[in-house]
Nanobody, 120 residues
């Protein structure tokens, strides 16, 4: 059983920064970050290959969010800068055997998600 767990969520003021972390048990997977705002569909934010050499970003967060990983710690981070109220959502981390891109159905293991709230 693979366990995926997110941490680092909370409240941040508009224009501020927040760093989310995710740990996945077992082997090294390709990883992705997603979010789901209230009343909206879940959307892909960023992904990183198992080696860390390739990344992918949604246009909505490109230039503001940065994904990185530390394979020695089996962890993946999402640095959120210039936070906006529209970034308020439940953020989830997921692990995939085959992709680090936006194809949600190709992610095998999901965390429970953490709340991020950006106040104006």
């Amino acid at each position: 059983q693979v366990h995926v767990r997110e941490s680092g969520g909370g409240l941040v003021q508009a224009g501020g920064s927040l760093r989310l972390s995710c740990v996945a048990s077992g082997r090294t997977y390709h990883m992705g970050w997603f979010r789901q705002a209230s009343g909206k569909e879940r959307e892909f934010l960023a992904g990183i290959s198992a080696s860390g050499g390739q990344t992918s970003y949604a246009d909505s967060v490109k230039g503001r969010f940065t994904i990185s990983r530390d394979n020695a710690k089996n962890s993946v981070s999402l640095q959120m800068d210039s936070a906006q109220p529209d970034d308020t959502a439940v953020y989830s981390c997921a692990a995939s055997k085959v992709t680090w891109r936006s194809y949600q159905h190709l992610y095998d293991y999901w965390g429970q998600g953490i709340q991020v709230t950006v106040s104006s």
